[in-house]
C-alpha cells in the first residue's frame, strides 16, 4: 500500500490537461456491449475503474484492446454470463452491465454494485424503468437477476432526479420495440456523451440533456468510434486547487459551459477566471471572502466538488455553508480537516467553514474519491507535511493526481507504506 506526501505551501502554474470524463467513462464502456462490432472510444482517463470495467467486458467474453486512451471493444462473442461479484464490487457504475445486458441479451445477473460509500444510494429508480420495460427483477443471494421474453417501450417517469438511472434505462431502451419515453430525466453532459455514443452505434435517441428523452428502438446496433468529453469535475478540482494556492494556472481540454454553477462561485469569492474555447485560466492568490454552496443536480452545483470546495473556503474571510442535498452522508471529509485544524462545524446536515485558518499537515485518510481530492487540496494549502492513505479511492477517479500537480509546482510524492503503518490504516 502506499501513501501520498504533500509538504504545502508552494504556488501551482503552469499548465495542466484534462482527461476524459470519468462519469461518462464508467457507462461507455457497458454501452459498447449492445452493439454486433468493434467500438473504440478514445481520450479514456487512465484510472482504476477503466482497468475493473475491461475485465469484466473480457469475463462475459468480449476482446479488449488498449492503445494509450484509446479503447477497442469487440462484443460479437459476448455471453449473457453472470457478474455476481468480483470486480463487480469494486465499482458502483458496474450497475450499467444491467441496462446493457438485458438490452443485448434479455437477461443479467450482476452482483450488487460496490465503489464509494456516499450514504443510501437505491436502484430502485433503475429497477422501477427495467420492470416497466417488461422485465422481471429480483434480489437472489445478493445479486440482481433481470429476465425478460422480450423489452418493450413505454413512459417511464422518474421519482428522484437521477444520472445512474436515466443512463441504465437508454441503454436497456435502445433495443426494445416502439418508443419508450424517460420523463424527470437527468441531464448531465455525460447523459448526452452516452446518447452520442449510441445514436452513432445507430440507435435512434432524441432529447439527451433535458428532462424528458424519447428512443425509438431499433433492430441492431453497429460498432462506432466515439471520442469522450473532457472530465467537468477533474477540470474543477484543479480550478479549486488553483484559487487555494495558484499564480495562474491554465486548464486544457474543458468545456467552461459544464462549470457555471463552480465557475460562478469562484467568481463571487473574488477569484479571477478567464474562459476560452477549450481552456480555464484561473488567477490565484487574492483575498477571498465566504460564500454558501448547495449541491443540486446539473447545472446545480456538483456534489461531486462539494468537498474540494470546502476546503478551499477554509482559506476564505468569513463564514461559508456547504450543504448537500444529493448525498447527505458525503461529510467524511470533515473530522480530517479537522485534523489539520480547519475550523468547521457540522450543523443539521451542513458543513459551517470559517475563515481564514492557518491549515497545518497532518496524518488523514480519503475515505472516498473526492474526499481524497479535498485532502489533497488541504495539503497543497497547509504548512508542513500531510500524509493521504486511502490512495484506492483518488486513483479510482484521477489520472496521475501526482504527476500533474508535480507539473504545475506542486511539492507531492508518494511512498510506500510501513507494515505499521499499514496497520494502523486498516484498523482505523
Not at 482527461?19 to 464508467?26: I, L, P, Q, R
Not at 486548464?251 to 477566471?273: C, F, T
Not at 504548512?383 to 492513505?389: A, I
Amino acid at each position: 500500500m502506499q501513501k501520498m506526501l504533500i509538504e504545502g505551501g508552494r504556488t501551482l502554474s503552469g499548465t495542466v490537461k484534462i482527461g476524459g470524463a470519468k462519469n461518462s467513462a464508467v457507462a461507455l464502456l457497458p454501452a459498447a456491449i449492445l452493439a454486433d462490432s468493434e467500438v473504440t472510444i478514445e481520450g479514456l482517463p487512465q484510472i482504476s475503474d477503466m482497468n475493473a470495467l475491461s475485465e469484466l467486458l473480457q469475463e462475459i467474453g468480449g476482446e479488449v484492446r488498449w492503445d494509450g486512451s484509446t479503447v477497442h471493444i469487440d462484443p460479437s462473442k459476448m455471453i449473457s454470463m453472470p457478474l455476481p461479484n468480483g470486480h463487480v464490487k469494486q465499482l458502483r457504475a458496474s450497475y450499467y452491465f444491467m441496462g446493457a445486458m438485458l438490452g443485448r441479451f434479455k437477461q443479467a445477473v450482476i452482483g450488487l454494485p460496490g465503489g464509494c460509500y456516499l450514504g443510501p444510494r437505491p436502484i430502485d429508480q433503475h429497477i422501477k424503468g427495467f420492470e416497466a420495460l417488461g422485465a422481471k427483477v429480483t434480489n437472489e443471494q445478493g445479486a440482481i437477476y433481470l429476465r425478460a421474453e422480450e423489452l418493450r417501450g413505454t413512459t417511464i417517469y422518474l421519482d428522484i432526479v437521477s444520472v445512474g438511472a436515466t443512463i441504465n434505462i437508454m441503454l436497456a431502451a435502445v433495443l426494445a420495440k416502439g418508443k419508450t419515453v424517460i420523463e424527470n430525466a437527468a441531464k448531465e453532459p455525460e447523459i448526452i456523451d452516452v446518447a452520442t455514443l449510441l445514436t452513432n452505434m445507430g440507435a435512434k435517441i432524441k432529447g439527451a440533456g433535458t428532462d424528458v428523452i424519447r428512443i425509438e428502438g431499433v433492430e441492431s446496433l453497429h460498432g462506432t468510434k466515439h471520442t469522450i468529453i473532457p472530465d467537468r469535475i477533474e477540470a474543477g478540482t484543479y480550478a479549486i486547487a488553483a484559487a487555494a494556492v495558484g499564480g495562474e494556472v491554465l486548464i486544457d481540454n474543458v468545456i467552461p459551459q459544464h462549470l457555471e454553477s463552480l465557475l460562478a462561485k469562484l467568481r463571487e469569492m473574488g477569484v479571477r477566471i478567464e474562459e476560452k474555447d477549450d481552456q480555464l485560466l484561473v488567477i490565484g492568490g487574492g483575498k477571498l471572502k465566504g460564500v454558501d454552496i448547495k449541491t443540486l443536480v446539473y447545472p446545480g452545483f456538483p456534489t461531486d466538488l462539494q468537498q474540494p470546495f470546502t476546503s478551499l473556503l477554509t482559506k476564505a474571510e468569513g463564514v461559508g455553508i456547504v450543504t448537500d442535498t444529493v448525498y447527505t452522508a458525503r461529510l467524511k471529509h470533515i473530522d480530517e480537516l479537522r485534523r489539520m485544524n480547519a475550523p468547521i462545524k457540522v450543523e443539521s446536515g451542513s458543513a459551517i467553514v470559517s475563515g481564514p485558518a492557518k491549515l497545518e499537515g497532518a496524518r488523514v485518510r480519503a475515505s472516498d474519491l473526492r474526499a481524497g481530492a479535498a485532502l489533497v487540496i488541504a495539503g497543497l494549502m497547509a504548512s508542513g507535511v500531510t500524509e493521504v492513505t486511502g490512495l484506492e479511492h483518488i486513483d479510482r477517479g484521477y489520472e496521475d493526481l501526482t504527476g500533474k500537480l508535480t507539473s504545475l509546482g506542486a511539492s507531492i510524492w508518494r511512498d510506500e507504506m510501513t507494515v505499521d503503518e499499514e496497520e494502523q490504516t486498516k484498523n482505523s
